[in-house]
DNA sequence: GTATGTGCAAATCATTTGCATTCTC
DNA sequence: GAGAATGCAAATGATTTGCACATAC
């Protein structure tokens, strides 16, 4: 199976555009970890290592990660919108805490055959989807009235 | 049932907070269509209806409506977000297209099994879900080589 | 009467854009 | 060599906040 790295070079390629060190250095930094991020967040993490990367960068790369289907919008909190690297990974949906925002991750394999009969019913090509379930967390539950 | 004002009273009262005739007349204009908005746009409606509202207002309200559970995020798009009215209405998904943004809504009821499963795993008190299935329209599926 | 809500304008924060320079292909 | 990408700084746009006044309870 191809990494990240490959995977976007055969897609930005295949899109007449071009691959960068700085593309490289973002793409290695959102795939050394698991976790969910955003741009603000990724921009600290990459300066910490002293990598010379700026924002803009960061900000004109996120539309082609998301179009290649490397990353994926999480949710949009604090301001801004949090994404999650999804290539490689197994597929899992969220599981938020409306007060706290503490969130679980679950698997769920029903919405596959969900994805399928939508495909059918209504024509599209199905790339995937994002579950959320919301709602107050054991502690928070019980902090409230 | 009670209507989504008398809700929002019940809500409001609750939280030893006020109710106001700008807060109801913004609920009154959420609900008088089924529509997804967001707050531009509903500033634009009331602003057309001679009703005078502020947008700081209206922005103070929704965090209010979304924890009465009145509203609720739909997506995030030309930069801020979409909110849709769920009091009163049946719970439905979204099916988008990545391309052109188009959106079909499909009612799915097999997340009930889960939420209440999720509810047991993980102890919390699940109040709703989001459940948006993305990929290309016939339509644009059929534009790309 | 007191604390909350309102409109307005100014401030803030995330994101986008213009531009001169550097780098890929 | 031509067109893209980069970093920086300035511009934009959404959202938040400070404040003086109004008003709900």
Redesign the interface.
């Known amino acids: 199976m191809k990494n990240e790295i490959e995977v976007f070079r055969d897609f930005i390629r295949q899109k007449g555009l071009r691959n960068t060190p700085a593309r490289e250095r973002i793409i290695e930094e959102i795939f050394s970890r698991h976790d969910h991020f955003d741009v603000d967040e990724l921009y600290l993490r990459l300066r910490g290592k002293n990598k010379n990367i700026s924002k803009a960068s960061i900000y004109r790369l996120v539309p082609l990660l998301l ?1 290649s289907g490397l990353i994926q ?1 999480a949710y ?1 909190e604090d301001g801004h ?1 949090h994404y999650e690297p999804i290539y490689g990974h197994e597929h899992h949906c969220h ?1 938020r ?2 007060s706290c925002g503490k969130t ?1 991750e ?1 698997k ?1 394999k ?2 596959h055959a ?2 399928k009969e ?2 059918r ?18 502690q928070c ?1 019980n902090r409230l009235p």
Chains 1, 2 share one sequence.
């Open positions: 179009e919008e949009f919108l599981l805490c409306i679980v679950f769920e029903s919405i969900i994805e939508l495909a019913t209504y024509g599209y090509d199905v790339k995937g989807h994002k579950l959320e379930v919301y709602g107050y967390c054991d539950k």
